[in-house]
Every structure is written in structure tokens, then in C-alpha cells.
């Protein structure tokens, strides 16, 4: 199989796709085990997404309560995931939580800590005891540090700026992928044994967003379904409470739950309190999507203030406490508004913030229905079903991020040979020839505008049939207009034929959460249907999605009796409907 011109070819024993804090953990555990690894990033590795976790890490270290333990963690997992997460992947989790904890101090993590040394944690919405750990207000960046500076001392090839267009697939076995590099344009043909998906959700693919620019518009889901794996519940987003309303070039940058998590009280435009009318024993620290539906009626129904949002008040709490628990956000704020948080208000309101669905996965393993192909953190699903608890999501990277990389040493052990195909590859080359000698009339950007005006419009924190149908409408319009996209690289770089391949990832991305949206019909968790305000205990299911079956039900295993004892039951009272 010859290169093409312009095209470099590489080959190594496990691929990460993704260098935030998933990809990153799964390469340290390859290398750490003395197995090639190579990981490939479309962002710079210091500016991955886990960078802007804020709040913290979750795991039942018992350093504040002593009658925290593993199973309170699973059981409050599960209650809050409203039984939609598998108690199989909740309990490696809450289980390998405090492994993944020990990783991190291993490797120089600078923890919040106690006088007398204890690592430092707080509450968080939802959980039973205080079991967030945490840096500041800046854990995920923490994180991100930790891991890219033990990469750098394990030697891991680091590719930043290599936008990953296509698994390369023979017989349902995963043997690479395809990309470029988007400053020079660059080809990369990369065969693998093993190749990690860690590149992220897709929330992008909504107007106000936690996400920047280019980041989680779907990739993940994009090439997982193209290389014939599925996604499971990718309907489920969840909603953060708190993301900014201006400047408008930063809609949605969160203002971290750590704020509520402090003494933060929330009002409306009339300056009423207004969580004791959605839940009166937990007020602020609910869950988050009480909180964002909270926000979402007090605004829909009027008491929102004029730019559509409510107040996020910490200034009562001392300047000691918010400039050492809250540095970023009093930084964040300053920087973008000019607003002193220890004397004003913040105005903000819910923004989309956390694929809780993602690609179809084993709990053991995370392996998918592609041979060789695993899928971890945002990218994946299981875990989390209908509400995430803040600050599992970054446990989760590195207890399955440890799992994975294991599992895809022994997948590579255990193949006799890997297969190729010249097909596969010529159809990657053509995929990207293809878009560069496209000269249509339509602009990428505003297509994918649109697709994040449909959502938003449509798929939002209240959904309905008839919205959901006009957004599939809508989707049927936009898809037909990318037939006639123009792509124009430039002495800046190939963003143009990147953007393009985000638009075709947040299109997918953008179908299977509309399909799944219409069938579930019920509400719960952060799936909010008008029309449908109760949960419908035959829809406990996941829903399954791929482009050629559609959405399909899968049951849920059932809860081990240790854990199910110790569940408290999720009340509805706060739930509303539009």
C-alpha cells in the first residue's frame, strides 16, 4: 500500500484518538506497560476540553465523612442517573474511583488538602457525603497538567492538530485511522492494533454551549458510526445551570457548580429565591437538572431578566472563601464582564454541557461492535444515563482510561495478524479529496449554524413531538444544502476542510439526538418532554441508535442488592413541564 503524495504513514500498537484527560490516561497506562502508543489531538494537548472541568473529582476517600464508601457513590449514581446508567460500568467506577485518585497523586497532582494533610472535599449536588476532591476551582485543568506531564516523562508521541476524518475498518476490525493535519494539510495514514475513541461529546451542536469553538461538535460519534459501531442514548444531554449569557463570543462559559457548591443563592429578576418553589429541602445544591429546569421555567415564564436569564449571587460569602475556593470564576468574570463577584451578581442561564449518551460500549471494557475499537470518557455511554453527578466525569476517565488501555494491549496481543484494506483507505484518501474539490455555493459555518439553531430551537431543556419533528424537518433541509458546500484552504491553514468534517459529525450527531428525542416519550432526568411530563417506567431502556436500524430498546441490568439498599429515592417534586 504505497503513501500518497503529501501523506506521512506511521504505525503503532494502540492509537488514542483524543488528548484530553481520556486519551491521555488510556496512553500512560499503554506506556507505562512498555507498549507503543500514540495519541493524535485536533487541539493543542494544553488546551483539551478536561482543562475546563471545574468543580472536581469524585471518589469515596472518606477523608471528610468516614461512612462514605464505594457503594454510597454507586448507589447515588444510579438514583440520580434515574436507573437509565448500568449499575456495571457505576460500580468499576465507584470502585476504582480511589485507584484513579492515587494515580494522580503518584504523578504529582497538587490536591486541595486539610491542615493536617487529608485531601480536601466538598459536596456536590446530589451526593450523600462530601466525596469531591478538588484544585481551586481549576480540577480539570489540574488534571490535564498531571497527565500531559506524565506523558511527556513516558516518552508519548503527541500529535496536536491532527483532525482524525476516518476509522479504517476491514471485516469489522478496526486496523487505524485516517487524518490531516490542519496548519499544512498533511496527510496521515496510521495503522493500529487497537484504537481508543476519546475525542469527546457533542454539545457543540447546540447555540449556547459549556464547549469552545470546535470541540465536541460529535466526532466521536461520527466516526464510531461510520466505521459501524453504534450510540447509545445520545438524546440524554444534560444541561448545566449556570453558563454566562455575554459576551456573546462566550455565551455559555460555565460558571462552575462549585459556586452553589460554596453558598451560592440563586434568584430571578424579582430577587426571589426561587429553588425553594422546585426543591425546598435541597435549594441550590439540587441536581443539576433541577437547577437548569428551575432556571429554564423561571425565564420561560417571565421572572428572567431582560438578556433571558437569573442571578447566581456568591458576594455574600467572604472574600476569603471566593478567592481561594472560586479563583477562576472571580478571574473568568473579570476578564469577560469587568465584574467583581465579590460585590455583584452573576446573570446566567442553563447551557448545554454534557453528553451523558455516547458510543454503544461494553461495561467490562468499553469495547464496541467494532473489534479493537473502545471507546472512553465523554465519547462513550453507560455511566451516567439521565443526570450526571458533577464530578464523575472526570473519575470516569481515569478509572476506564486505566481499563482501556489494558484491554487494547491484550486485543493486540491476541490477533494472529491485522488485517488492511486498500479499499478503506482509498475511500479515507477520496473522502477528504473529495471535500477539497468542492466549490458549492453553501458556507460550513453557517451550516452549522444552523444545525445549532435547530437544536436549540427544537431539542433544547423542554422538548415535544411536534418540535423535535420540525427539527428533523429542519436537519432533512440542512443535510440536503451540504451537497453544495465550498471548501477554501488558505495560507492560514486547512480549518476550512476541518469545519467541514464538524459540520458532517454535528449532522449525525444532531439526527440520532432528535430520533431518540421523539422516542423516548416520558420525562426524566434531563429529558424533558411538554408532552409527556411523567416518567413511563417501560422506557427504564437505553435506546440504541445507528444510521441504518434506527433506535432500538435495550434493557438495563438489574441492581445489585447492596447498592439498591442504599439508594434514596429520587423524589419528583420540582419536576415542571413547559
Not at 464496541?368 to 439521565?386: K, M, Q
Amino acid at each position: 500500500m504505497t503513501a500518497a503524495a503529501g501523506e506521512r504513514q506511521i504505525s503503532t500498537t494502540v492509537l488514542a484518538i483524543g488528548t484530553g484527560g481520556s486519551g491521555l490516561r488510556a496512553a500512560i497506562e499503554v506506556a507505562e506497560r512498555g507498549v507503543d502508543v500514540l495519541a493524535v489531538g485536533k487541539r493543542h494537548r494544553d488546551d483539551a476540553h478536561t482543562s475546563l472541568a471545574a468543580g472536581g473529582i469524585n471518589a469515596a476517600l472518606a477523608t471528610m465523612d468516614p461512612d462514605d464508601t464505594w457503594q454510597q457513590h454507586a448507589a447515588d449514581t444510579i438514583a440520580e442517573s434515574y436507573y437509565l446508567a448500568n449499575p456495571h460500568t457505576v460500580e468499576i467506577v465507584a470502585r476504582g474511583a480511589e485507584r484513579g485518585i492515587r494515580d494522580l497523586e503518584r504523578w504529582g497532582m497538587d490536591f486541595a488538602r486539610e491542615d493536617d494533610g487529608r485531601i480536601s472535599q466538598r459536596f456536590f449536588g446530589a451526593h450523600t457525603f462530601r466525596r469531591t476532591a478538588f484544585a481551586g476551582d481549576y480540577t480539570g485543568l489540574e488534571i490535564q497538567r498531571t497527565l500531559v506531564r506524565r506523558a511527556e516523562q513516558l516518552d508519548v508521541p503527541i500529535l496536536d492538530g491532527v483532525y482524525i476524518t476516518r476509522l479504517l475498518v476491514e471485516g469489522n476490525t478496526v486496523f487505524g485511522a485516517y487524518g490531516f493535519d490542519q496548519a499544512d494539510g498533511t496527510r496521515y495514514l496510521i495503522h493500529a492494533d487497537a484504537v481508543i475513541l476519546a475525542a469527546g461529546g457533542h454539545n457543540r451542536i447546540w447555540r449556547r454551549t459549556s464547549s469552545r469553538r470546535d470541540e465536541n461538535t460529535g466526532d466521536s460519534f461520527r466516526l464510531a458510526a461510520d466505521a459501524g459501531a453504534r450510540l447509545r442514548d445520545p438524546e440524554l444531554v444534560q444541561f448545566h445551570p449556570s453558563g454566562i449569557i455575554e459576551p456573546e463570543n462566550a455565551a455559555g462559559t460555565l460558571i462552575s457548580e462549585a459556586a452553589r457548591g460554596e453558598g451560592g443563592i440563586l434568584r430571578n429578576a424579582r430577587g426571589e429565591r426561587f429553588m425553594a418553589r422546585y426543591d425546598p429541602e435541597r435549594m441550590e445544591l439540587s441536581t443539576r437538572d433541577r437547577v437548569a429546569l428551575a432556571a429554564y421555567t423561571e425565564i420561560a415564564e417571565g421572572r428572567g431578566t431582560p438578556n433571558g436569564g437569573v442571578w447566581l449571587d456568591v458576594s455574600h460569602l467572604p472574600r476569603e472563601t471566593i478567592m481561594t475556593r472560586l479563583p477562576r470564576v472571580y478571574q473568568t468574570m473579570l476578564e469577560l464582564q469587568m465584574l467583581d463577584i465579590t460585590t455583584d451578581p452573576i446573570e446566567i442561564a442553563p447551557t448545554a454541557h454534557y453528553s451523558m449518551g455516547g458510543v454503544w460500549v461494553r461495561p467490562d471494557d468499553h469495547s464496541t461492535d467494532v473489534d479493537g475499537l473502545y471507546a472512553i470518557g465523554e465519547a462513550s455511554s453507560g455511566l451516567h444515563g439521565a443526570n450526571r453527578l458533577g464530578g464523575n466525569s472526570l473519575i470516569e476517565l481515569l478509572v476506564y482510561g486505566r481499563l482501556v488501555g489494558q484491554a487494547a494491549i491484550a486485543h493486540s496481543q491476541g490477533l494472529s495478524a491485522q488485517r488492511r484494506s486498500a479499499e478503506a483507505v482509498g475511500m479515507a484518501r477520496a473522502e477528504i479529496e473529495g471535500l477539497l474539490a468542492s466549490e458549492g455555493r453553501e458556507n460550513v459555518r453557517a451550516l452549522q449554524r444552523a444545525i445549532r439553531n435547530t437544536m436549540t430551537e427544537h431539542a433544547g431543556v423542554v422538548r415535544s413531538e411536534q418540535g423535535l419533528r420540525a427539527g428533523l424537518a429542519d436537519l432533512d433541509l440542512i443535510e440536503g444544502r451540504m451537497e453544495d458546500i465550498g471548501i477554501h484552504p488558505d495560507i492560514a491553514g486547512f480549518q476550512d476542510l476541518a469545519h467541514a468534517f464538524d459540520l458532517k459529525a454535528s449532522a449525525l450527531a444532531a439526527r440520532a439526538t432528535l430520533e431518540a428525542a421523539l422516542e423516548r416519550r416520558e420525562t426524566r432526568g434531563c429529558h424533558n418532554r411538554s408532552d409527556f411530563p411523567d416518567e413511563d417506567p417501560t422506557l427504564q431502556v437505553n435506546l440504541v441508535w445507528s444510521p441504518t436500524a434506527g433506535v432500538t430498546r435495550e434493557e438495563i441490568p438489574p441492581v445489585p442488592a447492596e447498592i439498591a439498599a442504599l439508594i434514596h429515592a429520587v423524589s419528583s417534586e420540582g419536576k415542571l413541564v413547559e
